[in-house]
């Protein structure tokens, strides 16, 4: 593998303006949708279905309203979290230490355990997916699903098979979960109005769901993906731009069809019980087949989320210039070997233990974010001479007192899932 630059997730760099400029337009255009796709992916985990599925038996439309809040405050922090990393060509950490001698290595800490939580479940995802599909025990299963993933980074050519693979398996989850939602007849109109009219306000359910789309390592996974594949510099804003909310929009899709696909359900008046409740409305509302089609959208999420915790993790603890693709690799295996070990042995209920870590890394968030729009706002020289729009600037800053006020409503509630 380490004879491939493209390994462990690290794309050849693109050729130099008017070398092969078609194959040149091709290579970052296939680049950017891995990296959208990487960072959909990542969100779009056991975790992800978990909270959207608690979320909506306890607010029902309601939850519609936290939704949107979510999609608007994610696009506005995406959109300065990857313009500072793409334009400066640097890695979030490598930005901190800049800052504030240190301080890049407190935020690689912090994200490394958020990811190893996060992957935890991921895992535990994978193997309740292979139950759900083939009938396969779900520790036997997310052992398998383990060795597939590393199976992956050892391939010859890893970034060119992790961007395709997110793509593909991306796309897979979004139909087959249109297709429960449309079988289940969710009340539309009356989810549209909680938009705008909720009849309930959560808190806790808000700061998930940005900490479960763009918190801890998921927020940095399409960025440090691009950096790795040399789209870097103000030549390429534009598709920096464009790339950060369209990977928002490709999750806020996905999280729309799963909440109507549930919403049906429980407003037909199904009792999803309390264990897997997102397997119970799936097979709810389209017998055997929604349960086979769960269990393909729960493995789907599943594997492409180990992916993409395990890439960006062990991003935050090497050097994009001086780390080798062996020791990047060796790393990347050594970390999904140990979140499957813990998988394997650890006592928290699933479901908790995945909104836990979504509302954990919501709390997180704002650490990460500060140091970003400080660089943007203070550190101008990190930025190669690009003037950074100060719309955006307001904008990213406003959000970012959001999350503060999220994360300080949400601490009890995140305590409480564990009284």
């Known amino acids: ?81 990857w313009r500072v990393i793409g334009v400066s060509g640097r890695r979030a950490q490598e930005l901190g230490n800049l800052v504030l001698p240190g301080l ?14 996060f992957n935890i479940g991921n895992v535990a995802g994978a193997g309740l997916g292979t139950d759900a599909m083939l009938g396969l025990d779900p520790r036997i299963g997310g052992a398998v699903s383990a060795v597939v993933a590393i199976g992956i980074f050892l391939s010859r050519r890893a970034g060119v098979a992790v961007d395709r693979i997110v793509v593909v398996l991306g796309l897979l989850m979004i139909v087959l979960t249109a297709y429960i939602a449309i079988t289940s007849g969710p009340p539309v109109g009356r989810a549209l109005r909680n938009v705008v009219l909720p009849e309930d306000v959560s808190f806790l359910a808000i700061t998930t769901l940005v900490g479960g789309t763009i918190g801890g390592y998921i927020v940095y996974a399409g960025a440090h993906r691009l950096l790795d594949s040399s789209i870097t510099g103000t030549e390429h804003v534009r598709d920096i731009t464009r790339g950060s909310v369209t990977g928002i929009v490709i999750t806020g899709i996905m999280r729309v069809v799963l909440f109507l696909a549930i919403l049906g359900v429980v407003a037909g008046g199904a009792d999803l019980g309390t264990e897997n409740q997102a397997a119970t409305a799936f097979q709810t509302a389209a017998g055997e087949v929604g349960l086979r089609v769960f269990g393909i959208v729960l493995w789907a999420a599943a594997i492409t989320s180990v992916i993409g915790a395990s890439y960006t993790s062990v991003s935050f603890v ?102």
């Open 1 to 81: 593998m380490a004879s491939d630059p493209s390994s462990a997730g690290t794309a050849p760099a693109a050729p130099p303006p008017g070398a092969a400029g078609g194959r040149m337009a091709s290579s970052t255009r296939s680049t950017l949708l891995g990296a959208m796709f990487l960072m959909a992916t990542s969100a779009i985990g056991p975790g992800f279905i978990t909270q959207t599925t608690t979320f909506t038996v306890q607010l029902g439309a309601a939850f519609a309203f936290a939704i949107a809040v979510s999609i608007v405050i994610d696009i506005a922090l995406q959109l300065n979290v």
């Open 104 to 117: 890049g290595w407190v935020m690689a800490g912090f994200l490394l355990a958020g990811g190893l939580v």
């Open 318 to 419: 090497t050097s994009r210039t001086r780390t080798s693709d062996r020791t990047r690799t060796l790393l990347v295996i050594g970390f999904i070997a140990v979140t499957t070990l813990a998988f394997l042995l650890i006592g928290a209920a699933p479901t908790t233990l995945l909104v836990f870590a979504g509302a954990f890394n919501g709390l997180l968030l704002p650490i990460g974010i500060a140091v970003l729009l400080w660089v943007a706002t203070r550190r101008t020289d990190l930025l190669n001479g690009y003037r950074y729009p100060r719309w955006l600037l307001a904008v990213g800053w406003t959000a970012w007192l959001l999350t503060l006020y999220l994360a300080a409503r949400s601490v009890q509630p995140v305590i409480a899932l564990f009284a």
